[in-house]
């Protein structure tokens, strides 16, 4: 599915890509908030956050040839980046990290609100009611993963359930997600 | 919803990775796949895009004031290093022969004339050519640029001789008929590149329209919407 519009950060990384430290420095303005928000949550600790922000924007810094404009908006990629070191960092403190939810970030809620969704681009609305078509536990444990970048071991000890079965509740939920994505 | 088939294994791997559920083993070894194997790497990058749209859901934090200071000083200089030690400067520096110079203009030219990588509705636009000179360095050019309307790209060719500066680098600015300079991007000597600009600086490369070179510290003029070194060469777009 094509973006409607052109990707308005996508500019900016040719520029990166260029050596031009002004573009690194607006897209850090433009994007670290967020990505701050989705380090935290993995790993629901300021300072590993910020360095793994920092290794981020270095990370981009050097591999910003390597963007494909046409694979995936600057956004999404950005945002594999850092749950993928967010996710690695947590791992370096076991496979059991965080398989006690803090209290604030119960397993329960994670559903954006109405507003958000109405905000919410075409490509996260789409994702939303598809997720919404999941039975609440798997939509429950899968919005837990992706936000938390737990493991399934952390995952079972925190739903009380046997890995295998929590392991299936995700597949099959990931297909059944894929198949609603795609018909 | 109908029940869907499960994912064949290797997808469903490609699933779990981009979600975040392996465990730190099994992660290695999906990044270790991942690096040989381009059809999983596809299935990996297919899937963190179909889930990507859930961070927008994730609210935003505003990072301490003391981070961005942090980050631009543990950038590298550049990523290639060793060209940048190599920087040698046109000042005093020999501008290759006139063989190196017909040959990079065949270059720029060949890189020019590659086929849009979009579909292109409109009759291609002719592209635009300037041969930026240096003041008192004679009739052979520093710098060879040809603008593509098609591909929206510039593609520079510079004549410098790669060497001796490493303190300056060679930042590109767009001069348009209002005589307001606006960045390009940085060139190193001896090197040839395509530069994508954005639609909105487009209708800047019309011909008349000046290239010109300025010499600058590392990350580029300070003051971001001008030159803050020396001009270092200099040329008008027009048709060939």
Known sequence: MAPAAPDPLAPLMSRIAAG??????????????????VCLRILSDREESEDVLQDVYVTVWRRADRFEAGRASVSTW?????????????????????????????????????????????EAARLAACLDELDPRTRQVIRTAFFEGVTYEALARRMDAPLGTVKSWIRRGLARLKGCLEP | MSEPKDLPESEALAAEHALGVLSGPERAAAEARLARDPAFAAEVAAWRTKLAPLAEAVAPVPPPEGLWPAIARALPANDDVAARRRLRFWRGATIGSLGLAAASLAAAALLASRPPIAVAPAPPAPILNASLMSPGQGDRPMFVAAYDPVRR????????????????????????????????????????????????????????????????????????????????????????
């Open chain 2, 153 to 240: 790209a510039l593609i520079v060719t510079s004549l410098a001789q790669p060497g001796a500066d490493p303190a300056h680098v060679h930042e590109l600015w767009i001069i348009p008929a209002d005589g307001k300079p606006h960045p390009i991007g940085m060139i190193e000597p001896g090197r040839s590149k395509a530069m994508p600009m954005p639609k909105a600086m487009a209708p800047m490369f019309a011909p008349g329209a000046a290239i010109a070179v300025s010499v600058e510290p590392p990350g580029g003029s300070p003051r971001k919407t001008a030159p803050s070194g020396p001009i270092a060469a200099m040329g008008k777009l027009s048709r060939i």
């Open chain 1, 78 to 122: 950005l945002g594999a980046i850092a749950r993928n070191r967010a996710i690695d960092r947590l791992r370096a403190r076991g496979p059991l990290a965080r398989a006690e939810p803090l209290e604030d970030l119960e397993i329960a809620d994670d559903a954006p609100s109405a507003e958000t969704r109405l905000q919410a681009s075409g």
């Open chain 1, 20 to 37: 031009d430290r002004a573009a690194l420095r607006a897209l850090y303005e433009a994007t670290a908030p967020k990505l701050f928000g």
